[in-house]
């Protein structure tokens, strides 16, 4: 009989526990499976993102900001990493050409409509250091920090970028001023070029000699923005397919030479190099000249020693105002037989 009392008992606390653990593991389940509902609720409930509002288009916002107060026209440089660097005695080619307009008659309020165009972040950054209107273009797939020696692989595509993004400011109804960043800026341009408003561009040559056809520079110039110059940008750009190894300064001149400027009814002004001046023709005349151009010169230590003589000889010249000959460009005319230098990566 014992016997058979303790085995109820047990049976009796079997049954107990059997029964609530049916009921603990009903209400266990339950809250499980009301967290993971709850979980998968709250992951599924889209989160509020902070977001950062931009310009719908920068470069428009910059261009604006630039041509205020100058008639719709931009000044606009190209620069990149080469161009902002230290070199020989710790000046940069940006520095000298900014340096210009402060030296220049009448030229540093001509600061507030230059846009810097820099083809990386350290052009850019440096841009932005300066205060000056910038903008960053756009070079997926492309190189273009180091210096792109003359008619290098690298210096051809750099120039059509250049052209490609001035096809789209002029698209944009802006006249463009272009200027090379190794051009010493020592009197406005404005007052010199022609008021002419039937003229579409003004551009810069190597020499004055007309007889032997206008050797066009595109290191300086002034266009307008209309249809035909539309046009000529746009033809000018897509010759580049069929011009393999060519410059875009070569393909222009092609296209001047072959007519078909005169077959969008073009007017052009040619700039003489007395006003417009450079280093493959100098002014003879201080008084006029306007611009300073370190072409003819093949690597950009040699642009700056020489551009460095040339500021120096600007001012002297304000001091005496003596008309004087430039300082000669030994630099830039060695540049060509320096077979042994390497441009920086």
Known sequence: ??????????????????????????????????????????????????????????????????????????????????????????????????????????????????????????????CRFKRLHCYKMDIKGVDLEGEKVYMSADFIEMMWRRTHFLLDVLSRGYHILFTDTDVLWLRTPFSRLSNNGSLDMQISVDQNNVEAGHAINTGFFHVRSNNKTFSLFNKWYDMRLNSPGMKEQDVLQKLLDTGFFNQLGLNVNFLNTTEFSGFCQDSTDMGVVTTVHANCCR?????????????????????????????????????????????KP
């Not at 058979?4 to 009903?26: E, K, M, W």
């Not at 520095?95 to 309020?109: C, K």
């Not at 001012?315 to 004087?324: C, E, I, P």
């Open 299 to 343: 690597h950009i230590p040699a642009k700056i020693f020489d551009l460095t003589l040339v500021l120096s000889d600007w001012k002297s010249y304000k001091t005496s105002h003596v008309n004087n000959k430039w300082s000669p460009h030994h630099k830039c005319g060695g540049s060509w037989k320096d077979n042994d230098y390497v441009p």
């Open 1 to 126: 009989m014992p016997l058979c009392n303790d085995s109820s008992r047990n049976l009796a606390v079997a049954v107990a526990l059997f029964f609530a653990g049916v009921l603990y593991f009903s209400f266990s389940t339950h809250s499980i499976s009301d967290h993971i509902s709850d979980l998968l609720h709250n992951t599924n409930t889209p989160q509020q993102v902070k977001t950062i509002e931009f310009p719908q288009d920068e470069l428009e916002a910059v261009l604006e900001s630039a041509a205020a107060g100058n008639n719709n026209t931009v000044i606009i440089a190209l620069v990149n990493r080469a161009y902002v660097e230290e070199v020989g005695e710790g000046r940069t080619m940006l520095d000298l050409f900014l340096e210009s307009f402060w030296e220049g008659e009448g030229t540093l309020p001509l600061l507030d409509h230059l846009v810097l165009v820099a083809t990386d972040h350290t052009a850019y950054d440096r």
